[in-house]
């Protein structure tokens, strides 16, 4: 069953304690950024007081005791999207309560080659996120089998990775 709108906003509503991510790709092509991906590649740095709707919903679910996170899978030389995206984003949602963390695999295997990316929440409910190879979404897709394979690749990931703020040295 493929998810947008409504139904995909219900992945996070209903979520009980927790929504995690896994991201395998150097580039998410979003035309809503396009803007801000131009300003950052001119030079422009993310305002320290940047605030959106997603770092207000991180902290109201870190009030209702619900966690999110994610793993951001890497090769350096990063790509100037993941430099954007550390910039724009990962820097100010860690702030905001998201634990992200980063597997950066340019010196080492890729535990987790082939796995596509995915949202899981509570550990039960999988959402696969396909994309085109520019990085464009597809679709998002929620997934009908065990989701035990996933909570392995969740296990490795984390496991295998680092803080973000501990990744970026600050």
């Keep these: 069953m493929l998810l947008a709108g409504d139904a995909w906003e219900q992945c996070f509503d209903s979520m009980r304690s927790e929504a995690w991510r896994l991201e395998t790709l150097p580039v998410y092509t979003m035309p809503q950024e396009a803007e801000k991906l131009a300003r950052f590649l001119a030079g422009e740095r993310s305002p320290d007081d940047y605030e959106s709707g997603w770092m207000a919903e991180l902290q109201q679910w870190s009030v209702e005791g619900k966690t999110v996170g994610r793993v951001h899978v890497v090769t350096r030389p990063l790509s100037d999207y ?21 597997l950066d695999v340019t010196d080492k295997a890729n535990p987790l080659a ?10 039960s409910k999988v959402v696969l996120m396909n994309y085109r190879e520019d990085g464009t979404q597809i679709s998002r897709e929620l997934f009908g089998g065990d989701p035990a394979p996933f909570i392995e690749f969740q296990r490795i990931a984390v496991s295998e990775s680092v803080p973000f703020l501990e ?3 600050s």
């Design 82 to 102: 993941l430099r954007f995206e550390f910039e724009y984003y990962y820097r100010h949602h860690v702030l905001a309560g998201e634990d992200i963390r980063i």
């Design 114 to 123: 082939n796995v596509q990316d995915f949202w899981m929440f509570d550990r």
């Design 167 to 169: 990744y970026i040295g």
